[in-house]
Nanobody, 115 residues
Framework: VQLVESGGGLVQAGGSLRLSCVVS????????MGWYRQAPGKQRELVAL???????NYVDAVKGRFTISRDNPKNTIYLQMNSLKPEDTAVYYC??????????WGQGTQVTVSS
């Protein structure tokens, strides 16, 4: 499984960005996909998750502001980020978990929110 993210950048507080993650390889083996982030000096944290069945979960800090979605024909998942805050600044990673519990990661994309 290969994951390639895009869509990061610099945005002012209150602005929006949409991250994309194109998935290739053994797609049939994927059980769930998610977006993680890691800020400088902090541990990587799960931001949003979408299961094979379409259920979604979010960390409390982004509920109501971020939306995870997928486009199956395009083998792509998205993270729509609205009302961005400086504390959302981090490297964002796309992740996939396979049915045999293997984790795959993208290379990461930087999101910087200025105040």
């Amino acid at each position: 499984v290969q994951l390639v993210e895009s869509g990061g950048g610099l945005v002012q507080a209150g602005g929006s960005l949409r991250l994309s993650c194109v998935v290739s390889g053994m797609i049939f083996s994927i059980n769930a996909m998610g977006w993680y982030r890691q800020a400088p000096g902090k541990q990587r944290e799960l931001v949003a998750l979408i299961t094979k069945g379409g259920s979604t979960n979010y960390v409390d800090a982004v509920k109501g502001r971020f939306t995870i979605s997928r486009d199956n024909p395009k083998n792509t998942i998205y993270l729509q980020m609205n009302s961005l805050k400086p504390e959302d600044t981090a490297v964002y990673y796309c992740s996939a978990k396979s049915i045999n519990n293997l984790d795959y990661w993208g290379q990461g994309t930087q999101v910087t929110v200025s105040s």
